[in-house]
């Protein structure tokens, strides 16, 4: 399956968004360069990249190393030529370098060889990681945000996809996730998840105290 995946992919740079594996990402596609990029990815393999921008200061952005390939799952064209995309996480890469080109928007080689373990993970069952404390924690958190959540819904969810949508929909700060995306082993991003969910519960806690 490595060998499927594109070393060359075009880059979605997107502020405010962390997009992990094995999750689904719906948006709204409507600059000339990111329609161009659908245009050019439906005709081909329907896979682009997304990553976190360090900053929206420069029309051409310094990106994180990290980000996620992902694959265009449905679309629909506008009436007003925006495309409305639903895109499904395949596998982390790392940024090997910028390519020079003539379209709209950018192109990078990538590598994936940090992050195989998302294309063979079908094989974690969730009784193999105690989570249930992580869960609770995280119930409390989303309470105190008032975060609305179909639990019940969520946690049907194979383990991976769990993890992952829960990095990707939970209140954390931009940096937080990037940590939690950048975490190779599973057992670094749970590690990773709980240091960051007991800090904004003491944060929250504090907040509360000072208020």
């Not at 982390?92 to 940090?114: G, H, M, P, Q």
Request: glycine residues 2%; hydrophobic residues 40%; proline residues 4%.
């Amino acid at each position: 399956m490595n060998n499927d995946l594109p070393k060359k992919i075009a880059i979605f740079p997107l502020s405010n968004v962390i997009f992990f594996p094995k999750t689904i990402l719906p948006l709204n596609i409507f600059e000339k360069r990111y329609i161009q990029l659908i245009n050019d990815c439906i005709k081909e393999k329907r896979l682009f990249g997304m990553i976190q921008p360090k900053d929206n200061t420069n029309p051409k952005p310094k990106l994180y190393s990290v980000g996620c390939l992902g694959r265009i799952i449905n679309f629909n064209e506008t009436s007003d030529q925006r495309y409305i995309i639903n895109l499904s996480g395949v596998c982390r890469f790392k940024i090997k370098e910028e390519l020079a080109t003539e379209k709209l928007y950018r192109e990078f080689n990538v590598d994936y060889s940090n992050f195989i373990s998302d294309l063979n993970s079908e094989n974690i069952k969730k009784n193999e990681y105690d989570i249930g404390d992580i869960l609770k924690k995280l119930k409390i958190l989303f309470k105190k945000r008032n975060y609305l959540i179909d639990w019940p819904q969520l946690e049907e969810l194979k383990f991976e996809e769990l993890i992952n949508t829960i990095c990707m929909i939970s209140p954390f700060s931009l940096i937080e996730k990037q940590k939690l995306i950048e975490a190779i082993r599973i057992e670094n991003k749970l590690k990773a998840l709980d240091e960051i969910i007991n800090f904004n519960l003491l944060d929250s806690l504090e907040n509360k105290t000072v208020q």
